[in-house]
Nanobody, 126 residues
Framework: QVQLVESGGGLVQAGGSLRLSCAASGRTFRTDAMGWFRQAPGKEREFVASIAWSGGTTYYTDYTDSVKGRFSISRDNAKNTVNLQMNSLQPEDTAVYYC????????????????WGQGTQVTISS
């Protein structure tokens, strides 16, 4: 089992920035891809960003169109942590952000990862 714990959420004004972190513990050797999803009230959970690696080297990152150029995903292998730097935040970014992990990039990307975190609230005021 892999446990994922998100942190870094909060309230920020439009145009501001937040940095989310996802700390993985347990059988982390079973994960080769991690990412972030978000779910706003009354909406379905949507993909935000993902990162995949092989042999300790990142080989793939992906972002949904609405966050390209504003969000950046990164990985710290030594700390078993994935971060999401969010800049130029807008009210439409308000959601609960969930960390995800999987052994396969394909399953994570389509929204069926092996593991989910509990989520962290991100609220952007206008």
């Amino acid at each position: 089992q892999v446990q994922l714990v998100e942190s870094g959420g909060g309230l920020v004004q439009a145009g501001g920035s937040l940095r989310l972190s996802c700390a993985a513990s347990g059988r982390t050797f079973r994960t080769d891809a991690m990412g972030w999803f978000r779910q706003a009230p009354g909406k379905e959970r949507e993909f935000v960003a993902s990162i995949a690696w092989s042999g300790g080297t990142t080989y793939y990152t992906d972002y949904t169109d609405s966050v390209k150029g504003r969000f950046s995903i990164s990985r710290d292998n030594a700390k078993n942590t994935v971060n999401l730097q969010m800049n130029s935040l807008q009210p439409e970014d308000t959601a609960v952000y969930y960390c995800a992990a999987d052994r396969a990039t394909s399953r994570l990307r389509i929204g069926t990862p092996d593991y989910w975190g509990q989520g962290t609230q991100v609220t952007i005021s206008s």
